[in-house]
């Protein structure tokens, strides 16, 4: 059954792959991982990111579906994983798909913080185990620095706790989201470790800050937008209320929005109409309908990879030129939408 579910995904992604040669651009997939992250960039040399792993046990569901997305990208090896934050949908995958590609280099943010938990612990140690084979390179990344990766920029802006201190080209400005906006609770999981990076190709900027929440979002835009204007947010935590703040999503005023949640998690009515609301915003996509949001707060169908109903693993894809222009590919309805390059 796993075999045939594999072969089937791996159809799905060689249904939308370009001939041989034909992709000049970055290409990034959204997997769906049901509510965890997979993000996966390949450049158009052929190096790769991956940013998380998705959950672990399912018979391997994620990893698989993370080589499918690199088998589309023409790619037999993984470059980098980044791993935001100790958390079952973010790590937990790690070791299957270490077992399933090869991977070149980890980097995370350092130790796990939230050890009270024994989730978190429990997949740290998992993750731990891996590193401590001696088969990969290890990189524990602090805000400020650009990651060793060819063919894009990756920026960190946050890592364990902490946020850059000086602005970033484009950012410095006053943010006016944060008048009189409420000071959020301190979160004292693992998400506000998140490692985020702003990750910059040619003219285009795209934002992931894995689970960060609200009060560090704060630190980040607050009285000072230190990010500036992106193109593409990944959405934060999922669109969980915990974060995707108005003072970061309206701050970073992104023109195109992509949703990782799952049918059962994410997409919270409140995150979600504050994105809706964003200053500038063309589409949001979702990789899932989500129940908790109802019809009033998902997109229209053409924006969902996955609709109600049984598991199908539909994925997102972003094509980006270094103009800034992009595509969304949306594997369920097998339709591109196009985003023009901004004018000066």
């Not at 193109?231 to 003072?247: E, K, M, P």
């Not at 964003?278 to 990879?305: I, K, R």
């Not at 693993?313 to 270094?322: D, I, P, Q, R, W």
Request: with cysteine; aromatic share 6%; charged share 20%.
């Amino acid at each position: 059954m796993v075999a045939a579910a594999l072969s089937l995904l791996l159809g799905l992604f060689a249904d939308a792959a370009p001939a041989p040669g034909a992709q000049k651009g970055l290409q990034i997939y959204f997997v769906d991982v049901e509510g965890g992250q997979a993000t996966l960039f390949v450049t158009p040399e052929g190096k790769s990111l991956l940013i998380d792993t998705g959950w672990p046990g399912n018979n391997g569901r994620d990893a698989d579906r993370i080589v499918a997305a690199a088998k589309d990208g023409g790619i037999k090896r993984i470059d980098f994983v980044l791993i935001t934050h100790y958390h079952d949908d973010h790590v937990g995958g790690a070791p299957q798909l270490a077992a399933k590609i090869p991977v070149g280099t980890f980097i995370d943010h350092g130790e796990n913080r939230e050890t009270s938990s024994a989730s978190a612990s429990r997949v740290f140690a998992a993750y731990r185990a891996l590193l401590s084979t001696g088969k990969y390179k290890h990189i524990t990344a602090k805000p400020g620095e650009v990651l060793p990766i060819t063919g894009m920029q990756v920026r960190v802006v946050t890592a364990d706790g902490d946020v850059i201190e000086r602005p970033l080209p484009g950012g410095g400005k006053e943010n006016a989201s944060c008048a009189n906006a409420p000071k959020p609770p301190v979160d004292t999981t693992e998400n506000p470790r998140s490692l985020g990076t702003l990750i910059t190709f040619g003219k285009l900027r795209i934002l992931d800050l894995g689970d960060l929440t609200a009060d560090k979002e704060m630190d980040l835009m607050c009285p000072m937008n230190k990010i500036g204007a992106v193109d593409i947010y990944v959405v934060s935590h999922h669109g969980f209320l915990q974060s995707g703040s108005a003072v970061l999503v309206h701050g970073i005023a992104p023109r195109v929005a992509i949703m990782d949640n799952g049918a059962k998690k994410g997409g919270s009515p409140a995150a979600w109409d504050v994105i809706e609301k964003s200053p500038g915003l063309e589409d949001l996509w979702q990789l899932h309908y989500s129940e908790e949001g109802g019809d009033a707060h998902n997109v229209a169908a053409l924006f969902l990879a996955n609709l109600q109903g049984p598991d199908t693993g539909n994925y997102l894809k972003v094509t980006a030129s270094a103009d800034g222009s992009f595509d969304v590919f949306n594997s369920r309805t097998r339709e591109t939408k196009k985003y023009a390059a901004k004018k000066n």
